[in-house]
């Protein structure tokens, strides 16, 4: 009785299934049967607690009050907030001003981004000083922070732990690039132990799904070695803005159905993402928001789709 049903379900399914209505279809025809299935499938069980979380980490002028649309704030903090300018940054911000951002942020928003990315933690295995004094700057440089914001939760910004490396990220597992790569990872057990939360960036370098998929499950996995936190990943509905990506890539706007992709493949094995994008490279600019843009209407169908509920 149960493979009949099973069957039917399944008939259903193939006739019923639209992308934009996927949730909502399957849900309802098990309600119309009448039956009660153990739903071990990924996407049914983010789907059934509405816990993914989504966050507006964009610079564009002009944009709505993401609030409406079920998308939280977040607060990122960016190289010149912990820098003044010609101050030099190959040592930690002054910790007058660290105490002073802590403070002002804290509670603000539920999540904050410390984004500082040059402090160098891959490569030099003949001066191995190097990384180690690295990455004694980013755990002295949150820890300073953290004391003074009992608040929100904090974490840094994905290029450090998991390290950016698109190339080894989608290497062969067994491949000295991979193995390097993963070796590197495994130095920053010291600051996945502090931190509040994990954003790795999973941005997009190439127009092949797959690959974004195995990049984006190598750095989750290498995260989840030394990190058992929440994880929100960075996604751009654009393409990386240099190398890696292929020249005729950069900059442009993901097709709508490849961002759909992302976030709903984001929905099975993180906790949540941040939209980032808005900034006009070309001009140096933030962009001016566009409410017809594919990225957003795909965005808001993901969030209806699901059913989520961000307020947390």
């Known amino acids: 009785m149960q493979l009949l049903i099973l069957s039917i379900f399944s008939s259903l399914c193939c006739i019923c299934y639209q992308k934009a209505n996927y949730i909502t279809i399957h849900k309802n025809i098990l309600i119309i ?10 996407v049914y069980a983010a789907s059934a607690d509405n816990t993914f979380r989504v966050f507006d980490g964009t610079q564009y002028i002009n944009r709505p009050d993401m609030r409406k649309y079920g998308i939280e704030n977040i607060t990122i903090l960016y190289g ?90 989608i290497a062969n597992k067994e491949s000295t690039e991979y193995r390097t790569w993963e070796k590197d990872n495994s130095k920053m057990a010291g600051l996945a132990k502090i931190v509040d ?53 950069q900059l442009k706007f993901i097709p709508a159905d490849f961002w759909y992709h992302q976030l709903e493949f984001a929905q099975k094995h993180v906790d949540g993402v941040v939209i980032w994008g808005g900034w006009n490279f070309k001009k140096w600019k933030p962009r001016v928001w566009d409410k017809t843009a594919e990225w957003w209407l795909e965005t808001k169908n993901f969030i209806k789709n699901y059913e989520l509920n961000t307020s947390k």
């Not at 049967?33 to 990924?42: A, D, E, F, Q």
């Open 197 to 249: 939360v994990a954003f790795p960036s999973v941005y997009t370098y190439s127009d092949d799904i797959k690959l974004w998929e195995k990049s984006f499950l190598a750095k989750v996995e290498q995260l989840r070695t030394k990190y058992t936190g929440e994880i929100f990943v960075f996604l751009w509905p654009q393409y990386f803005d240099h190398e890696p990506t292929p020249e005729h890539l």
């Open 80 to 169: 010149f907030n912990f820098w003044k300018k010609n101050e030099n940054q190959d040592f930690i911000p002054n910790t007058k001003r660290l105490i002073k951002l802590a403070r002002k942020y804290d509670g603000k928003s539920k999540m904050i981004v410390l984004d500082i990315e040059h402090w160098t933690v891959q490569g030099h295995p003949l001066r191995p000083w190097i990384i180690n004094n690295s990455i004694d700057k980013y755990i002295k440089t949150f820890n300073i922070f953290k004391a003074h914001a009992k608040i929100s939760k904090i974490g840094y910004f994905g290029g450090i732990f998991p390290i950016s490396n698109y190339k080894a990220s």
């Open 33 to 42: 049967l009448g039956i009660v299935l153990p739903l071990n499938n990924s």
